[in-house]
């Protein structure tokens, strides 16, 4: 049962080498006896690779979700196939998500907390971006924290990754104009051409990111939906308009930075009386049920299109994992163990 376990505690920017592939001996066959409570023991499919992870890499207990633990398997949210089970709610050959381990078998001693996955033509691995957590955190993002009117004007950054690529297409369904940015004049043609973003500009080619923000902005900016935190944000708080809502899901350009804030615009708040609020999708379990409902129609009427990366092998899931933070993946990143 080959598995990939953190080295150790990092506080930089993660490497491949910070985890190891390392052989977990034998294959489990069924939930050993004796077991504490009811388990499942689970076959991984495909996994999740998620930038809050990087969270846990560091020796930090103050977040909303612990840290990993040195010496141990990486933890993550994946699609898997249930071998055996002591839980009434899960039969042998059952496809579940849920939190599981960076490993080919897992045993899940809390299979409260996993979904069972009723199979249909949507493709496993959408169960981990599309129909997901992070197809969530859009959905709860956009509806329930942004407030969004038809008409307005919408900003997403690092658009085309599992998130953006959800909020912009809902934007669009609602009415409003959307604008993404993203790293790779690649993933700018893919917010055009396959997400339907109004606009889209390469943020690395910019050397004036207000002025950028202008030129798409010209009447400025209603609502932005913030996954990257530092010059961006700075840019975008000058280019708010009255009223404006900053939705804060993420920085990933600031995860693990000693001074993470290099914002000089803040203030801008004030005036313009913007509010800039910050959220967890988890908060906004109770909606989830409707979430999937909404996002299998739409994506079964052609409604909205969907871009995962996948990378073959649990061997190159570390090098998956880094590759979020220089903007590796295009679209959704996951990694298959497993077809079966
Ligand atoms: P993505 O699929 O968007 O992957 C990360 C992307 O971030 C990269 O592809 C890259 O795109 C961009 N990026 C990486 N480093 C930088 C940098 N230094 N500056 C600017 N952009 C960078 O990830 P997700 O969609 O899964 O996550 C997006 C954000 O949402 C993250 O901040 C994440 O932490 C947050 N999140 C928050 C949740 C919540 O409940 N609040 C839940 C899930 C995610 P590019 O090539 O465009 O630079």
């Known amino acids: 049962n080959r598995k990939v376990v953190l080295r150790d ?72 196939r249930v071998v055996d089970s002591t839980h009434p709610g899960f039969v042998a050959g059952d496809i579940v998500s849920g939190m599981t381990g960076w490993e080919e078998y897992s045993l899940i001693d809390k299979p409260e907390q996993l979904n069972k996955i009723q199979q249909s033509d949507i493709p496993l691995s959408y169960h981990l971006g599309l129909l997901g957590m992070p197809g969530f955190t859009a959905y709860v993002g956009f509806y329930e924290i942004c407030s969004p009117k038809k008409g307005e004007f919408v900003f997403v950054s690092a658009a085309s990754g599992a998130v953006g690529q959800i909020v912009g297409q809902l934007a669009k369904l609602h009415g409003c104009y959307v604008v993404g940015s993203a790293g790779t004049n690649q993933k700018v043609e893919l917010l055009k051409d396959k997400f339907g973003f109004d606009e889209a500009f390469n943020y690395k080619e910019e050397p004036d990111l207000t002025a950028a923000l202008k030129r798409y902005f010209p009447e ?113 990143q996951v990694v298959c163990v497993s077809q079966e």
């Open 9 to 80: 505690y990092i506080s930089r920017a993660p490497r491949e080498d910070d985890m190891a592939l390392v052989d977990g001996g034998a294959v489990p066959l069924r939930v050993p006896e004796g077991a504490a409570g009811p388990a499942v023991l689970v076959k991984n499919l495909y996994l999740s690779c998620d930038p809050y992870m990087r969270g846990r890499m560091r020796d930090f207990h103050g977040s909303y979700i612990p840290p990993f633990k040195p010496g141990s398997v990486i933890e993550g949210l994946g699609v898997a």
């Open 220 to 332: 400025g900016i209603d609502i932005y939906f913030e996954n990257v935190g530092g010059p961006m944000l700075d840019a975008v708080l000058l280019n708010m308009r009255m009223h404006g809502r900053i939705a804060v899901c993420g920085m990933v350009s600031q995860h693990g930075m000693t001074d993470p804030s290099g914002i000089h615009n803040l203030f801008c708040l004030v005036p313009k009386r913007i509010s800039m609020k910050g959220f967890i999708q988890s908060d906004y379990i109770k909606l989830f049920p409707q979430f999937v409902d909404y996002m299998t129609k739409h994506y079964k009427d052609g409604k909205i299109e969907y871009v995962e990366d996948m990378s073959i092998g649990l061997e190159n899931a570390p090098a998956a994992f880094v590759g979020l933070f220089s903007g590796k993946n295009v679209g959704k």
